[in-house]
């Protein structure tokens, strides 16, 4: 397995314009994670999935942010109107039982 | 929901040392323990785990502590070489599929 495949690796957008980050997880885990990193905030948890159901997403800052898993297979995190204080690095992680695998992330700039 | 406190933010030791990080979880239901390695611009690795049913692991040289009854659980590093220096993260996974991050330690060590 390839691991988790997130894209793009980077994104520079400006402000207002709608962006789409995607992430493929490792086949056979069933649960998504999407964390957002910053060195203000660390590691924050905005929402996760389980068997493609969105459990817990009390960590997307605004309603700005949206998140779906239509299949097992591909998740999306989309932010529309981005914002310049949503710059950040973006992972993706799957796990089966606890054990997650992260992706390369997708550092994001929002200019 | 659970919350997960890391100490220290950061921690400075010569090489050859031992480097102790520590933290503490609030959701008693949380029953996998594990900790994340994250170099400058890459993602965080898994470098070991724990699970509830265990209150110790070793792997070479490094080992985590976990105290189900204070809710602590602790990574120990020893003869620290340079290319130890990261970030730590440690993390606790709920009973509800959540896997929630401390934030962070920043070790240096120093030849």
């Known amino acids: 397995d390839a691991g988790v495949i997130q894209s793009p690796r980077h994104e520079v957008t400006e402000m207002g314009q709608e962006v789409t980050l995607r992430c493929k997880p490792i086949?056979?885990?069933?649960?998504l994670f999407w964390y957002r990193q910053t060195m203000m905030r660390g590691l924050e948890l905005l929402i996760y999935?389980?068997?493609?159901?969105?459990?817990?997403d009390s960590g997307m800052p605004e309603d700005r942010f949206s998140a779906k898993m239509p299949n097992a297979s591909f998740s999306t995190l989309k932010i529309q109107p981005s914002e310049p204080r949503d710059s950040a690095v973006y992972f993706c992680?799957?796990?089966?039982?606890?054990?997650?695998?992260f992706g390369q992330g997708t550092r994001l700039t929002v200019v | 929901g659970e919350n997960v406190e890391q100490h220290p933010s950061t921690l400075s030791v010569q090489e050859g040392d031992s480097a102790v990080i520590k933290c503490t979880y609030s959701?008693?239901?949380?029953?996998?323990f594990p900790w994340y390695k994250q170099e400058l611009g890459k993602r965080p690795q898994l470098i070991i785990d724990?699970?509830?049913?265990?209150g110790e692991k070793k792997d070479q040289r490094i080992a985590v502590t976990l105290n189900k009854t204070a809710k602590h659980f602790s990574l120990h590093i020893t003869e620290t070489q340079p290319e130890d220096s990261a970030v730590y993260f440690c993390?606790?996974?709920?009973?509800?599929?959540?896997?929630?991050f401390g934030t962070g330690t920043r070790l240096l060590v120093s030849p």
């Open positions: 992680a799957s796990s089966l039982q606890g054990e997650a695998f």
């Open positions: 086949s056979g885990h069933n649960s």
């Open positions: 999935f389980n068997n493609n159901v969105p459990i817990d």
């Open positions: 959701d008693s239901a949380s029953n996998y």
């Open positions: 724990i699970r509830s049913n265990v």
């Open positions: 993390a606790a996974f709920s009973g509800f599929q959540k896997l929630v």
